[in-house]
């Protein structure tokens, strides 16, 4: 796009700050709005995987990471002992890999980036809304009355609980999320998963160091029903303690970290998928666009594929309203498809049915091992299927 854009930005988080850094570096005004005093990542480990490496790379910050983060090449789980998920990214070929690591880090990684490329951060800033004022300008209103100067474009980095964006449907299934100190013990190269049907599901996830030098962390995480949370609080910690050492004796070293229910983080998740992400002068990118249970790991990856193809959208048209169009077209079919996957993966792993924990162990846990299958899970879990890199410039070499 030759001219340069007034573009502000709603929401200080992965998308938010992917978008303000590569739409900064493109020479565009960015200014980027959140609702906290101090900005900072909610949640605790993540898995970056080839597509959103790539992005990283991009940015210029993946070394970064990768010297933080721990390498993964393995996703695998058990239930009664026996190997019902196997992923390795070994089946692509070539050096494809994960990056796990603490979201304070890729938080810090991208916040430098936002900065370094000249993006304003306005801290505090509750937003009520968006109003579109004469011409395609968009203005920005916040909770106490106040409103911006006209934007050209305005970006919905808001996340999954977005008033600019349509209510998702909350799903019956979260999580218990800690930091722990790593242990030996574990695969330092794999996220490790148990399960007792569908029912429980416990994980831990190597993810390096918050910062460098720092101490090399562990994600724990316990899938429990949104609605078993309050009675969850209210029983003793070691009541539950036992529950989680019964499904998976290896995590005692891991167990006697957490010593009070404060220890752990319950995240919440819900499903959207917005049928168009544009509107006159705005944008939806990463969970205020498409959001869904984490079972496949996506979030943060598609979001910033999400600001990636944004920034070639409107790098390549003179126009805003066609980059619109373009950001929209680059994203659909790769945002259906991990959508769609994503929904029809959860009760496999999360859910009260008996039907489908029974299959995943005794049909699809088998049948993952046999050609074709590896290669199309590792392409799955990779990011790949159908993501439009090709279509965003060299990113594409980049993740291949």
């Not at 916040?111 to 993006?119: C, I, K, L, S, Y």
């Not at 962390?217 to 303690?241: G, N, Q």
């Not at 499903?271 to 666009?289: C, F, K, M, Q």
Request: aromatic share 8%.
């Amino acid at each position: 796009m030759a001219r340069v854009l007034d573009i502000g930005i709603a929401g200080c988080g992965v998308a938010g700050l992917a978008s303000g850094a590569l739409l900064a570096r493109a020479g565009h005004r960015v200014t980027i709005f959140d609702k906290l005093e101090a900005p900072s990542p909610v949640g605790s480990g993540l898995i970056l995987q080839p597509v959103g490496l790539a992005v990283l790379r991009e940015l210029g910050v993946e070394t970064r990471i990768a010297a933080l983060g721990a390498r993964i090449d393995r996703l695998y789980g058990k239930s009664n002992g026996a190997v019902v998920l196997d992923v390795r990214y070994a089946a692509l070929g070539g050096a494809a890999h994960g990056v796990a690591v603490h979201r304070a880090a890729l938080f810090d990684a991208l916040f430098d980036a936002a900065g370094d490329a000249g993006v304003a951060i306005e801290s505090g800033r509750t937003l009520a809304r968006t109003e579109c004022s004469s011409g395609d300008w968009r203005e920005i209103v916040f909770a106490d009355g106040a409103r911006t100067a006209p934007f050209d474009l305005v970006i919905d980095a808001l996340g999954v609980r977005s008033d600019l964006s349509r209510r998702g449907v909350e799903l019956v299934y979260g999580a218990l999320w800690a930091n722990v100190a790593w242990r030996d013990g574990f695969a330092g190269d794999a996220l490790e998963q148990r399960y007792d049907a569908a029912r429980k599901m416990t994980g831990v996830l190597p993810i390096g160091a918050m910062k460098e030098g720092g101490a090399k962390l562990a994600a724990y995480f316990w899938s429990l029903r949104a609605d078993r949370y309050e009675a969850w609080r209210a029983a003793p910690i070691d009541a539950w303690k036992e529950e989680a050492y019964a499904l998976w004796p290896q995590t005692a070293p891991l167990l006697e970290q957490i010593t009070s229910h404060d220890d752990l983080v319950f995240a919440r998740y819900a499903h959207r998928t917005l049928a168009n992400p544009i509107d006159v002068g705005l944008a939806h990118v990463g969970d205020s666009y498409h959001c869904t249970s984490p079972q496949l790991g996506q979030g943060a990856n598609m979001a910033m594929l999400d600001a990636l193809a944004l920034a070639r959208a409107l790098e390549r048209q003179d126009d805003l309203n066609v980059a619109l169009d373009e950001y929209a077209r680059m994203r659909r079919l790769h945002v259906w498809l991990y959508q769609s996957a994503s929904f029809l993966f959860t009760p496999f792993y999360q859910g009260d049915g008996r039907i489908t924990p029974w299959f995943r162990d005794r049909v699809a846990g088998p049948v993952s091992r046999i050609w074709p299958a590896p290669q199309v899970l590792a392409a799955l879990v990779a990011g790949r299927i159908g993501a439009p890199l090709g279509a965003m410039g060299r990113a594409y070499a980049l993740a291949n």
